[in-house]
């Protein structure tokens, strides 16, 4: 990403001075409400009218971490409802009662398309169940290998994108996606709003804090903030300039404009979406070192951005800025994970390539303590949406939270069992508290189970061979 | 390595038909019922392959004299986008990096269905454009300054919309748009300061469809589907400047359209050679040769890092940037280069990290960060096909691959379309642990159905074998030296002969009609954006024709192709039902 910086946090941030023996942050702060719409005044008066679980929104979230995990010791010992973590799920114990750990679901859609890379296939294939659009032919079906492409978007959409759509909410966003590490995905491009269109990640808390959270100072506006105010005038006039070209083309220019204009329409009826910010909703204090750059080769400031689009995402859902979000951990490849002060040892070039190394990664202690940090970064997420209060419950039970990676292994490219974490009960609807195994099934009914949960009528997910029908979650 | 099929549906669904009824080798002369051409539904020919030299009859569903080519209305492409943006603002405003990126599963980025706009992709439109009149709404005084002699700001706003809105939208605005662009300022002047309020009006210009479409409709009434029609001088600017600049047009480009110059095609012809030679010209001209051979970014993770620990990032990058150099190096060679150059000469240009990739000695490695031009051995390095870029592109993560590089001469070079096998194919054969391409190949040809097709391809990829998943040269596989032998079997395209390696290949592609016929349809389809080339067919018999009398020239062919025309005129299509 080369992309020009925004102007640093609005001149109105105060800033803390430099003092000896503190580690000097600038805190991001806005004065509250959001970009498009929201009268300023609104989110500063609680909203006591939000309050039984029946009326609050729900909400679909993802936290993604690359390379696997723990494989060969992943799944909690004991039970179904009387299990033990295992050492790589420790930081996740004061919140195991409101989880659902499931083992035995098996990615085998990521093996429709065999000439991809492991990479390519699994993470394109982990939200959506669905073969590479490049190697379906025009009527839908998967082509053979000859004729199949190493790489294209996936076929279909994810998961996240389907429960955004079944949800139609009146937010401005219809999801938020972030990615830790930077916007690169590089080979995961995982979100995907149909077939060919992928979601691209916001990669700096900075933008994404000014994007949500800044109306700034209502008396000293930004000018990029000042244009945006005139939306819906520009969207007029443009939807006004396709109306007059259309009288003046071909029919076949006409249809390809027409198309267009529906898009521009869309996004004119979306400026009146406000949410409904709930008693939660306030300015995220976002607090980044001194130096901080969203994506750097060696993932040095993961860390800090975990933490910051996390907060993020948290106050995003308490404000109703949209109703599903994902967090992508991006920096599969070369972070080196110093804040756990182990450093890559000699012999590996980059995690990536030990990840490939290890055959056993329960009895090598780095590599435990790294798949066991994105555990701590899950229940960071988990702590802030349990302690946001909405109505008279929080955010976290009014939500569902899947957890989950490409692969169970890395080192051989293997999604078959794949570490799957649901949190949140979704205002009762899920039974939280378990460790189940549905050995046997596909990932794509776990999906199918859980578009249901949102109301999505159909039964398949995802590639239909693949997908016989829901998982039981009960 | 990216398949094409999908945006040629039609035609390859038409194959697919004729391939349920008789197999690839089988199809005999077939019938030829859609006037198709050199793409026709006969992919295979009856003769048994043995045969050598070219077949001069005049290939079936000739061209039957109808004039100008079926176009669609193109959009802008991300890249085509930065350039323009930093051209309006004579390079004062970073041009948005929000803007949406073409779709990469179709073979030529500006083909209309990669750029179709969805919801995100109108969003991300809207946010680059935001963003872009932001930048020009802060840096205003370094971007425009307003005549002193405009008293008022709504003056001086008339000004810029007349100025910006025409660049823009590539020619005068119709008193209508002007208008319609003075409201939006007028709107936003009311709460907002003058800057900020033209800083809308660049906003709403880039979101605008006279801005984001190629609109070529003539300058008369609404036309009729399938209607030919003349370009104006003003769409015939874009069309030149966008194909060979992939940005809008410039200020000598724009007075000769407004003193309507550009319906005369030696005023065309000179501005293509003047955009041709300049800088701006390399990276709009190396986007067609990387979009024709399927040369992407190359990724260090696309291979296996086990058996190439030294394919890194710098490496990967390098050999594109070598694949660039070298083709600009022919293409737009000042004493013009040839096809058959661009196939068979080993000269290019190296780095210190490519000069060690080929072998070049130490003495004629250049410094760090440095270019030097130098030829390679020729017996192995003869053309693109042998390019390093090219060859790791067209293979698997840990082996060549004798399918890819056989599918790209057989439908990149020869323009033969290779149909879809019958569905299960897959399940047809299995290959033994650790075999050769040649063992596998062999057991797809011996399997009736998979050969049938696979006779087409996978022999011109085993000429390649000297050459592994990265592209790097092996004398011996597995202990045994290379076997490089191949053949071209005879199909629509005519080409029929055996050979021995990727120098006999490169000869004899270099050589070949059909080579020439294909790199021209191949050029239509990029300049023109083509979904479906079959409708180009007299377009491109006719520019073949100019290409081979001018001895393979391709910046003959380019001038040839801007003064046609089909470049002067656009047929319309007709709505899809």
Known sequence: MNRPRKPAAPSSAPRTSPRAGLRRRAFLRGAGGIVVGLPFLELLRPRTAVAGPDDAPIRYLQFIHPQGTVWNQWAPTGGETNFTLTPVLAPLQ????????????????????????GHNAAGRTLLTAMPFSGNLDGQGDLLPVEQQVDNSHAGGPSIDQVIAQQLQAPTPYASLNFGVGGASVNE?????????????????????????????????????????SRRASVLDAVGESFTKLNSQVGAADRQRL????????????????????????????????????????????????????????????????????????????????????????????????????????????????????????????????????????????????????????????????????????????????????????????????????????????????????????? | ????????????????????????????????????????????????????????????????????????????????????????????????????????????????????????????????????????????????????????????????????????????????????????????????????????????????????????????????????????????????????????????????????????????????????????????????????LEVHELSPSAKDPALFPGFDQTLAAAMVEEFDRFVLGVALAPEGGTLAELLTSAVTEVDATMASFYGVPQDMTPGPGQWAAIELDPARRPGVLTRAAVLAEHANAATSSAIFRGHLVREGLLCDVIPPPPPGAMAMVSFPEGSTQREQSEILHEDPVCGSCHVYMNPIGLGLEHYDAIGAYRADENGAPVDASGEIRQSSSGLAATFDGAGELATLLAGAEATHACFVEQWHAHALGLDDRRDARCSVDGLTQTFLDAGGDLDAMMIAFVTSETFMTRRLPEVSP
Not at chain 1, 201 to 224: C, I, R, Y
């Open chain 2, 1 to 292: 390595m990216r398949s094409r099929l999908r945006t040629r549906g039609a035609l390859a669904l038409a194959l697919a038909q004729v391939m349920t009824m008789t197999a690839c080798g089988d199809a005999g002369d077939g019938d030829e019922t859609d006037g198709g051409g050199t793409e026709g539904a006969t992919t295979g020919a009856s003769g048994d392959g043995s045969s050598s030299g070219e077949d001069t009859d005049a290939p079936p569903g000739a061209c039957e004299g109808e004039l100008g080519v079926t176009a669609p209305m193109r959009r802008m492409t991300g890249a085509q986008y930065r350039n323009t943006v930093v051209e309006l603002f004579g390079g004062a405003v970073a041009p948005s990096d929000l803007f949406p990126a073409p779709d990469s599963s179709y073979q030529y980025s500006n083909n209309p269905e990669a750029n179709v706009v969805t919801q995100l992709r109108a969003e991300n439109i809207m946010l680059a454009a935001e963003e872009v009149g932001a930048a020009v709404a802060d840096g205003l005084d370094g971007i425009w300054q307003c005549p002193p002699e405009l008293a008022s700001d709504a003056a001086c706003a008339a000004a810029f919309i007349e100025e910006h809105g025409a660049r823009a939208y590539r020619r005068p605005l119709e008193p209508v748009e002007a208008d319609a662009l003075l409201n939006v300022y007028s709107d936003a002047r009311a709460t907002l300061e003058h800057h900020v309020a033209l800083g809308v009006v660049v906003a709403t210009i880039l979101q605008s469809p006279q801005f984001l479409y190629f609109i070529e409709r003539g300058d008369g009434p609404t036309p009729e589907d399938g209607a030919l029609l003349e370009l104006t001088d003003w769409e015939l600017a874009t069309r030149l400047s966008y194909l060979l600049w992939d940005t809008a047009p410039d200020a000598a480009l724009r007075a000769s359209a407004a003193a309507g110059e550009l319906q005369d095609p030696a005023q065309l012809e000179a501005h293509a050679r003047r955009l041709l030679a300049d800088p701006r010209a390399r990276p709009a001209v190396s986007r067609f040769f990387r979009e024709w």
């Open chain 1, 188 to 228: 995961y491009q995982m979100l995907f709003g149909a077939a060919d269109e992928p979601i691209s990640l916001d990669g700096s808390p900075q933008e994404v804090f000014d994007k949500l959270f800044t109306n700034g100072d209502p008396m000293a506006p930004t000018t990029a903030e000042l244009i945006r």
């Open chain 1, 258 to 474: 027409e198309a267009h204009a529906d898009k521009i329409r869309e996004l004119e009826k979306s400026l009146s979406n406000t949410g409904k910010p709930g008693i939660g909703c306030g300015t995220p204090e976002v607090a980044l070192p001194p130096g901080f750059q969203p994506e750097t080769d060696g993932g040095l400031y993961d860390a800090d951005a975990s933490r910051a689009f996390i907060d993020l995402m948290v106050m995003a859902m308490a404000c109703d800025l949209a109703r599903v979000g994902t967090l992508q951990y991006t920096n599969y490849h070369g972070p080196t994970y110093p804040w756990l002060g182990h450093g890559i040892p000699g012999g590996y070039d980059s995690w990536h390539t030990w990840v490939h190394a290890v055959a056993d990664p329960a009895a090598d202690p780095t590599v435990l303590d790294v798949y066991r940090w994105y555990m701590g970064e899950l229940a960071y997420f988990l702590q802030r949406l349990g302690e946001t209060p909405e109505g008279e419950s929080t955010l976290l039970d009014h939500c569902l939270v899947l957890a989950t990676s490409e692969f169970d292994n890395g080192s051989v490219h293997s999604a078959y069992s794949l570490p799957i974490i649901l949190a949140g009960n979704l205002c009762g609807r899920l039974q939280t508290g378990r460790s189940i195994d549905r050995g046997g099934h596909y990932h794509g009914e776990l999906f199918a189970a859980l578009q249901q949960l949102f109301g999505v009528e159909s039964s398949t997910f995802g590639w239909g061979p693949l997908c016989p029908g829901p998982i039981s979650l009960g």
């Open chain 1, 94 to 117: 004061p919140h195991a009662q409101e989880l659902v750990f499931i083992r035995g679901l098996n990615n085998e859609s990521m093996w429709l398309n065999q000439l991809s890379n």
